[in-house]
């Protein structure tokens, strides 16, 4: 199991409880959830704290911190999909898009797979962003449940 991956500015950790508050800073703010699947909006330490439990028996490489300088500024992992959050005050940094980016590298790697799938609700520009700009291209759409929203959204599938 990977620890740790470093790339130029960033450092991706597995999560731990010391990460919870900025888990929670990050996350419990509805411009930022409303854009993910399996999110509560309000997000509390109950939820952080699940998730981490969700951690210690889910996929390897699910669940890593990004920490920036600023500190722990989102999360990305890789289970069945690519999945990724980033809290507001890092957007527009190229954070994610170096994140992912080192851990989707990491990912083709280390194991046997050929392909990885990914989406982003209709309308996430910055998530298409990054995605296109790691190489993605679109594979279909479909509808997914946005807990935050409490509605179903259209999700662009990409691979």
Known sequence: MTDEIRTTRLTLRRLSEADIPAMVAGINDYDVSKWLTVVPYPYSEADAREFLDFLDTGPALEGFGVHAPEG????????????????????????????????????????????????????????????????????????????????????????
């Open 72 to 159: 722990l500024v989102g999360v990305v992992g890789i289970g069945k999909t690519l999945g990724y959050w980033l809290a507001r005050k890092a957007h527009g940094k190229g954070y994610m898009t170096e994140a992912a980016g080192a851990l989707v590298a990491h990912y083709f790697r280390t194991t046997d797979a050929a392909r990885l799938q990914s989406g982003y609700f209709d309308g996430n520009a910055a998530s298409m962003n990054v995605l296109t700009k790691l190489g993605f291209v679109p594979d279909g759409e479909e509808r997914a449940m946005s807990i935050a929203q409490g509605t179903e959204v259209t999700m662009k599938k990409v691979v």
